[in-house]
């Protein structure tokens, strides 16, 4: 049962390809749903953002389980889904998916290394996942596991030292194009958690004027209202804001652009040649491509931010070493519950037979014998446990070890256990854990 993970990330596919597979967070479990339905996948989970989509699974079938996979994104995206997975796309199978994973979750793999979104995203993914019921043991346990690595990066290196995302190095490549932003005229749309963090970090720079729109007015008061300062509006009114401001930062869910060659071409009649930046951190984006060609617009989507690398990212980059061993200490320590997995259910299953012939014979032993005392009795109960552990100990120790050799050595030692012992273990039983084993969702810090 073979562990994989298949997808594409801004290292693979440009901003034009993975804006045609994200997933909107609403519509995340309804793909979970879908996806776990397929014969050959026994677990799924799924990472959409801005950089990536990724679908981790345990499959029961490496070539069937992929190929479903695959048959999912055709089924459920639209657009030449057959040519991007076979340019874009890529598979990870055991060991290298799970490092991937852990990769992610402390930020080695990001755009920006070290960012802070990321963690909080995979949170999310196994939160969606947990909903749509689509988790069991391994993928649980993986990424329970990852989020913790991410967790330690952080707390024991330098990897995300200073503040660093993608809605702060979008105000560096504004300051970048535009020199100082001190008396500029600032539109954020999107009054989401990036557009949050670019809103503060532009206030620190010290923009002239703060307008901040979103679909519903609400939100973006309540973004003005945390800074202090600034004015909300509601995008019915967009032109209007796009005529005074000379920096626009976006970042919104919307399905459609925002931002198209009709408005941006209105608002641009009554600037008299001023020039206007925007840069477009959606994805999918929220700006159309073709507003580059409007006279004085300049546009920068997501992709343009890996050419901002600063002070700050190279410091990072020292701590990577550091991260990398934490991430072997964890990919190790997963990698051996994975193999040693397949000996619960049998060992399970040794032991509460073990325990059902005990108390059954000392149920027997107790009526027989009404005189025993009470202390008697909790002797001889004692005595009991302690020959039932010893004669099991060397069974129990030795197929566990097994277990984190070949998958083969566990389930011949399983087979032989079954067949000695009798314990009438069904096929999945033997060293395989059940699909629809699905875990209650735990609170993550």
């Not at 801005?50 to 996979?69: K, M, N, P, T, W």
């Not at 949050?196 to 609400?218: D, I, P, Q, Y």
């Not at 919104?252 to 198209?260: C, K, N, Y």
Request: with cysteine; aromatic share 4%.
């Amino acid at each position: 049962m073979p562990l994989v993970c298949l997808g594409l990330s801004h290292n693979t596919a440009p901003v034009e390809v993975r804006e045609r597979h994200a997933f909107p967070a609403a519509r995340m479990v309804e793909a979970l749903v879908a996806l776990r339905d397929y014969d050959h996948v026994r677990e799924a989970a799924m990472l959409s953002t801005c950089g990536r989509l990724e679908i981790y699974a345990e499959l029961d079938d490496f070539e069937s389980g992929v190929e479903q996979v695959k048959s999912f994104l055709r089924n459920f995206r639209h657009g030449d889904v057959q040519l991007d997975m076979d340019s874009y796309m890529y598979t990870l199978l055991g060991t290298q998916a799970i490092e991937h994973l852990f990769r992610v979750a402390t930020g080695l793999d990001s755009m920006l290394i070290g960012e802070a979104e990321i963690l909080g995203q995979i949170k999310e993914a196994y939160v969606q996942a947990q909903k749509a019921r689509s988790l069991g043991k391994s993928l649980h346990s993986l990424f329970r596991e990852a989020i913790t690595a991410g967790k330690e990066a952080r707390s024991t290196t330098r990897i995300a030292g200073e503040s660093v995302s993608v809605a702060t190095a979008a105000i560096d490549l504004a300051k970048a194009k535009l020199g100082s932003l001190t008396g500029k005229t600032v539109l954020v749309v999107g009054a989401g958690k990036m557009g949050s963090t670019a809103a503060k970090r532009l206030r620190l720079e010290g923009c002239a004027e703060l307008l901040v729109a979103n679909r519903t007015g609400e939100r973006a008061r309540n973004v003005v209202e945390s800074l202090g300062s600034g004015t909300a509006i509601e995008l019915p009114v967009l032109v209007d804001a796009l005529s005074r401001a000379d920096i626009v930062v976006t970042s919104t869910g919307a399905a459609h652009f925002l931002l198209t060659p009709d408005n941006v071409a209105e608002a641009m009649q009554d600037r008299a040649g001023r020039p206007l930046f925007i840069i477009d951190i959606a994805v999918p984006r929220d700006v159309d491509p073709d507003v580059a060609g409007i006279a004085d617009v300049s546009v920068a989507d997501i992709d343009a931010l890996k050419g901002v690398v600063d002070v700050t990212i190279e410091r990072r980059r020292a701590a990577i070493p550091l991260v990398e061993e934490i991430i072997g200490e964890h990919v190790e320590r997963y990698a051996a519950w994975y193999q040693a997995r397949v000996a619960v259910p049998v060992v399970a299953s040794l032991v509460q037979k073990a325990e059902a012939v005990r108390q059954a014979e000392i149920e027997r032993l107790f009526s027989r014998c009404p005189e025993l005392t009470e202390r008697e009795r909790m002797l001889i109960t004692g005595a009991s446990l302690t020959i039932i552990s010893k004669l099991l100990h060397s069974a129990v120790t030795r197929t566990r070890e097994r277990a984190t050799g070949s998958p083969e050595d566990v389930l011949a030692v399983s087979h032989m256990l079954d067949d000695l012992f009798d314990l009438r273990l069904h096929g999945r039983e033997l060293g395989i854990p059940a699909r629809d084993a699905v875990l209650e969702t735990e609170a993550i810090e």
